[in-house]
């Protein structure tokens, strides 16, 4: 039988709102206080859901695997880290939508040991995000 | 058509043991889990039903309907117990949350009769659920 599996993890970052295809007026109207150029943080709740056929062990997947492969290539990406400064937002604002966007990416890319539906992430207790890939909309 | 939740907690115990693996598969694969004394957890259950608004009740289900299901289909046979060695279906599955929502599922869904069942999800942990939609 097909169940979801969730599981949920903690990182903190910082970032700064800020598009080169707006003026300084522009960001200053549509980021507010994100815009601050000295950038500020969040403590980051991620929520990764995979699906599949529950096996002979009671398991979608084994936590063991989805926790290495959050923690090898996700918490130690970004966990502590500016996300102006990573490859992934070189070219994309960094926002918890375009955050949400490169986690499932990585995660659809390289998780083979499960279907992957969707991540969700909260950037506040008031804001949360879901992704679940483009064909899912 | 709307949705209703209804949530609920119980403690229990279990261990992780597949009796077709060896003793050391099932400690590698199953790590800490698989200590035949078991360890526990606070599960919260949250039961989520569908169904049309009953023009006269304004309701989707009487919700002391689905409690009293709730408490008799589940509580009074998982709060407090060794699910590997007390509830009946864990004789035969690993009372892995995966599995424990199936159960859950399968206990609750014969047994309501206003709304549809459309959702269990179980918390083993706050970092932790299971959700299962009774697909095959």
Known sequence: MKAHLTRRYKFSASHRLHSDAMSEAENAATYGKCNNPHGHGHNYALEVTVSGQVDENGMVCNLVDLDGFVEREILERFDLQNLNTLPEFAETVPTTENLSIAVYDILQRGFRLAHLERVRFEETLMNSFEYAGEENH | ?136
């Open chain 2, 1 to 136: 058509m709307v949705y209703l939740t209804r949530k609920a907690e119980f403690a229990a115990s279990h261990y992780y043991h597949n009796p077709a693996l060896s003793a050391e598969e099932n400690r590698r694969l199953f790590g800490k889990c698989n200590n035949p004394n078991g360890h526990g957890h606070n599960y919260t259950l949250e039961v989520t039903v569908k169904g049309a608004v009953d023009p006269r009740s304004g309701f989707v289900i009487d919700l002391k309907e689905l409690k009293d299901t709730m408490n008799r289909e589940v509580l009074d046979a998982m709060d407090h117990r060794f699910l590997n060695k007390e509830v009946p279906e864990f004789a035969t599955r690993i009372p892995t949350t995966e599995n424990l929502a199936i159960a859950i599922w399968q206990r609750l869904a014969p047994k309501l009769k206003q709304a549809q069942l459309h959702r269990v999800r179980v918390y083993e942990t706050a970092d932790l659920f299971v959700d299962f939609y009774g697909e095959a």
